[in-house]
């Protein structure tokens, strides 16, 4: 199956920046076995764009019950690592769906990163408890927090970059939030110095 694919935004964003940006998604909150794979979601859970159209469907929501599955096996590591070889990757967006669900999945990822130097990976995230008790991250990570999860309140608005969601592009400019909203490479720490990332809800 494939691990790696291209929702709308990251097709925009790829002939945008002309980059291979590809995602990987779980399922949005929990998986239909009651596994809770955003375990720091507040907020986001009631306007999340993953709980609703395209990603509810019958012949899409289980590709992302089977990625959960795999994202657990011990070979994860390299499959991942053969899809981006295969497909020839530039960027990868960790979970446009989904999120860290605990320490070792994420030190898989680790891995995977530092077995590819040259691919970026990005990924929004609730888990800033976590990230943030990290001792070090691969130099071609980035993270962008969410604001809408149970720990926000540990985002330093001014040195942390995180996410703010808007209902309108008027009220983004207002608070001085960069919009991040049409290409999403502009969210992370190679394509902008901004530590305040504008989203439009959905």
């Not at 669900?101 to 408890?129: C, H, M, Q």
Request: proline share 2%; net charge positive; with cysteine.
């Amino acid at each position: 199956m494939n691990l790696l694919t291209q929702n709308s935004k990251l097709k925009k964003t790829s002939k945008h920046f002309n980059k291979r940006v590809f995602n990987f998604g779980l399922p949005a909150y929990k998986s239909s076995t009651g596994k809770v794979v955003c375990r720091m979601a507040d907020k986001c859970i009631k306007f999340c764009y993953a709980k609703k159209g395209a990603y509810i469907w019958s012949n899409v929501a289980p590709v992302f019950e089977k990625r959960l599955k795999i994202s657990m096996q011990d070979n994860f590591i390299d499959l991942m690592v053969a899809e981006i070889k295969k497909k020839k990757v530039e960027y990868v967006r960790v979970h446009d769906s989904g999120d860290y669900y605990d320490k070792r999945y994420l030190a898989k990822w680790f891995k995977i990163a530092e077995l590819l130097p040259n691919v970026r990976f990005y990924s929004y995230t609730n888990e800033i408890g976590m990230i943030k008790n990290l001792k070090s991250t691969p130099k071609n990570y980035d993270f962008i927090f969410s604001d809408s999860g149970k720990q926000r309140d540990l985002i330093n608005k001014k040195t942390d970059r995180h996410t703010k969601i808007f209902s309108n592009l008027e009220s983004l400019k207002k608070d001085k939030y960069a919009n991040c909203s049409d290409y999403d490479l502009y969210a992370t720490k190679w394509y902008s110095d901004t530590k305040k990332v504008g989203l439009i809800i959905h």
